[in-house]
């Protein structure tokens, strides 16, 4: 099969693909006999009772994922949320000053309570350290201003992903002031849940009671996934159960990434801190930011796979 341009284009299915490659002449010597092995137990695998239509899904899910270049949405994304989470961050620290200031606690240590990263938490805590009350006004309505504009740019980022992952146009916001509000309690949610996590872990008493619990508690993301896709992004289905194996597969990533963050990366980062200073830290908050980004755009494109299998399906009955 070959495409407007005369060039062959790729098989529409696993199967065919595989079958494919086994039409080709392999090379002679062990790699020829390698690839003709790995090609007999790719097929084998694929028509093996329920692993064939998964490998179906999964096939096309990664060929969805690359026609919307899902790791370029996932940047863009992931910068979108990582300049969103400064005005939160300086608002909450600004907004918690006057009653530190009495106790002589460090905002920076709430601000990280409530779920936000340490080292963003710690930036704007030195930022407002020492301002008047009327340059803590100002910071604070500034702040808000600027809080609720990233927002708007944010929802505009996500609708478009979720308008390219479900092949629907991009349409502009009717009613972007409720939708932005919307999005900004989503998302203040998101982290309330991460802060509560790591609550959860800490009164446990640690591994593995804690980080069950820890886990247990992430359920709340994926009921927050289905609510943004329901309430204010643009999507394909007919239905909002449609939404629920991409919210399954989000938690299972969201979990992994959890798990990620809290054992591997962020001691990474606290540890070469000094050597590396703020471009580090940035560094890891942005890997930690595009994982979960592209959790969302694998999760959303599988959605919008089992939707257009649904359809085909239904299009075949008689």
């Known amino acids: 099969m070959r495409d407007g341009a005369g060039e062959p284009s790729p098989p529409e299915s696993l199967s065919a693909l595989i079958g494919d490659l086994g039409g080709r002449p392999l090379p002679e010597g062990r790699l020829g006999r390698l690839q003709g092995r790995a090609l007999a137990m790719a097929e084998r695998l694929t028509t093996l009772g329920p692993v064939g239509p998964v490998a179906e899904v999964g096939w096309r899910l990664f060929r969805r994922d690359q026609s919307i270049a899902g790791s370029v ?122 802060a509560l996590t790591g609550r959860i872990a800490d009164v446990a008493g640690g591994l593995p009671l804690g980080w069950i ?66 471009l580090g830290v940035a560094a890891g908050i942005m890997l930690s930011l595009f994982v979960t980004s592209r959790a969302l755009v694998v999760a959303t494109a599988l959605n919008a796979v089992l939707q257009d299998d649904r359809r085909a399906a239904a299009a075949t009955r008689p």
Not at 173 to 191: D, K, N, Y
Not at 247 to 258: G, T
């Open 73 to 194: 949405m996932a940047s863009a994304l992931a910068y979108r949320l990582f300049i969103w989470m400064l005005p939160l961050a300086l608002l909450l620290v600004a907004a918690l000053r006057p009653l530190t200031d009495a106790t002589d606690a460090d905002p920076a240590d709430y601000a990280e309570n409530a779920g936000l990263p340490s080292y963003v938490a710690e930036s704007v805590g030195e930022a407002t350290a020492g301002l008047t009350p009327l340059g803590l006004v100002a910071v604070l309505v500034s702040t808000s201003v600027v809080l609720l504009y990233e927002t708007y740019v944010l929802l505009r980022a996500l609708r478009a992903v979720s308008a390219f992952s479900w092949g629907v146009p991009v349409r502009s916001l009717r009613h972007p002031v409720p939708g932005t509000l919307t999005l900004l309690g989503l998302l203040v949610g998101l982290i309330a849940v991460g």
């Open 213 to 278: 619990l820890a886990i247990v508690s992430l359920l709340s993301a994926p009921v927050l996934f289905v609510l943004m896709f329901v309430l204010v992004l643009p999507d394909g289905a007919d239905r909002w159960t449609a939404h629920l194996p991409g919210a399954a597969l989000f938690y299972v990533m969201v979990a992994a990434i959890h798990l990620f963050n809290a054992l591997i990366l962020y001691p990474w980062v606290g540890h070469k801190e000094a050597t590396y200073g703020v």
